[in-house]
């Protein structure tokens, strides 16, 4: 057991997995949740997800020595004001949200001095959200980067760093920007442009809507998996990491238009090279033991 | 049985799958193969892929009842033109070429009349290529579109729709300039736009490339999966699939400069609305059979 009592704040995708990944691993004597909605409340009491689902975020936090903030990153700061004056002595605040300065710094100025506040970002989820779409095995060799705020005692560090190992996850520190950049790189631009992409096939009037789901086997099907995704939750990552995306956006548009050029004036030779340069990136990945070689058969269509 | 004698030019994926699924349905009397290397022969021989391989496509092609083009796009034209001379009276010649137009154009003009051209495109793959790559499930419930060329009778595309059929394929028909702006929204701007996105990942100096293959958990890493295509076949489809591709890309271009602009002002309301409807198209392709809501399970982190 690593912590007492652990209090999810949000019962969305990543908190109901904490929950089952936390059983799992019997990484909490007792664990906590609320969400801002009854509805979603009552869902969690249905399955039985938490020890105990309380009305309101003030409550959750009582007693508790670790609180997950597990909200959309624009809701950080005003959860982080509602619990603040509730939190004990010494206990932990983290969060999961994707975007870490902006994160901290709405929270932080919230907090208490007897509190340690210890951001951090698990680096795993899905298209799907709220309490029902959580399983345990979420965060089992991924990432989580902990970006620990200045003055915060090496223990509390290494005792949330154990929960996160417990749940399965992989642990590394940065500092907040660099998080911002990467993730921009890795997340939220690879985010926006499948969204773009799918928004570019539904405008197209001479191509119907249904052709283009009929015919989206291979390129196109991935991309509106990734363009799935709460829109809340994917709003909030760009309002709060504007600096990072619209860098790396500008980038990217850049390079595509060298490679519209090339296209335009059937420079096969730059395609190619291009091309042949980003297999090998693929390849450190698949070493890097973030995904298999194997043929996407998991994901079959239905029979 | 359908066909008497199957004969592939080329073994790659496709090729090497169709032999599989040909096998696996009992679809013809006899496969015979050939590819432009020895090394690829070879291993064809070796794992026993077809009934025969011969050394030339010329020798391939005698006496078959269908042959299929299974070479990169921009090859097309030159092995009709070798094969041509060889090819029997009735025979059926199709191809699997991911683009329609262009390769009607260089290859209709050197078959003689007395074989029936149905060009052809299935709308399945992997990242994987060659000899070894293919397997007898690639086509289960996936499209495969066929584009009759004028004067082709009904009874011959009916044979080919069958075999098709028993390789698991659905089985479509549209003209070729619909067929080619349909992949072009689909497949070829996704790969372009993975590729280019994958690039200026590489390109960024302030992030190491070893932290984005760590950190590229969900978005990048679907892109670099696409990105890992065989470089031959796409520069081909971009040089032979030049003006819908432009087209889409000029579009895709415009909203994302839209979607910057709401992020560099601010603009959430924009942004979420975006997202949202975004999310109705998924749904669509769920329903459609062409991919499972379940999270990608299948292709795990190797342990
Ligand atoms: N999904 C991913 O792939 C992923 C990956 C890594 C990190 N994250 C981060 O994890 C956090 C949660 O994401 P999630 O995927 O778990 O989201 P989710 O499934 O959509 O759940 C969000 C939860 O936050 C609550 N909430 C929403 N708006 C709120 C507000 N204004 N005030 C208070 N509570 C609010 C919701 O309550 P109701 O249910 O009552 O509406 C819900 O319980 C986000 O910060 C996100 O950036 C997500
Ligand atoms: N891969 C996909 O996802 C996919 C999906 C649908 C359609 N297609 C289409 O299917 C066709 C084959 O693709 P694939 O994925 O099977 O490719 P692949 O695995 O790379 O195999 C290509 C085959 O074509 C041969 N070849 C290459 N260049 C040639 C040339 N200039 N002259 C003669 N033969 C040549 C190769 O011979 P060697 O092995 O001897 O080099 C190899 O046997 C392409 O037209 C592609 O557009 C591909």
Not at 61 to 78: E, F, I, K, N, T
Request: aromatic share 6%.
């Amino acid at each position: 057991m690593i912590y007492q009592r652990v209090a999810l704040i949000g019962l969305g995708l990543i908190a109901s997995s904490m929950a089952h990944a936390i059983r799992r691993g019997g990484l909490a004597g007792e664990i906590i949740g609320t969400a801002r909605s009854s509805e979603t409340r009552e869902i969690a009491r249905e399955i039985n997800l938490c020890d105990r689902i309380t009305e309101t975020a003030t409550e959750a936090v009582q007693g508790a020595d670790l609180v997950v903030l597990c909200v959309p990153v624009g809701a950080m700061g005003a959860v982080a004001q509602e619990i603040a004056p509730h939190l004990s002595e010494g206990c932990t605040v983290t969060d999961v949200g994707s975007v870490k300065k902006a994160v901290i710094e709405a929270v932080a100025p919230h907090l208490p001095e007897k509190v340690h506040f210890i951001p951090g970002h698990p680096l795993a989820g899905t298209e799907h959200s709220g309490p029902r779409s959580g399983f345990a095995e979420l965060f089992d060799n991924r990432w989580n980067i902990l970006v620990p705020t200045v003055g915060t005692p090496p223990e509390a560090t290494d005792r949330l760093r154990k929960l996160w190992e417990g749940m399965g996850a992989n642990v590394d520190q940065m500092d907040a920007e660099h998080h911002d950049l990467v993730l921009a790189v890795t997340s939220h631009c690879p985010h926006l442009i499948a969204y773009t992409m799918v928004g570019v096939a539904d405008d197209l009037r001479r191509v119907t809507d249904s052709e283009v789901i009929k015919y989206s086997a291979a390129g196109f099907r991935d991309f509106t998996r990734i363009a799935a995704s709460d829109p809340t939750m994917w709003r909030d990552v760009f309002l709060n990491n504007k600096e990072a995306t619209l860098e790396i956006l500008g980038r990217f548009t850049e390079e595509l238009f060298a490679l519209q050029r090339a296209i335009r004036t059937g420079d096969g030779q730059q395609l190619f090279d291009y091309f042949t340069h980003t297999r090998a990136i693929r390849r450190g990945i698949i070493e890097a033991g973030q995904d298999t070689a194997a043929p996407d058969f998991g994901r079959g269509p239905k029979r």
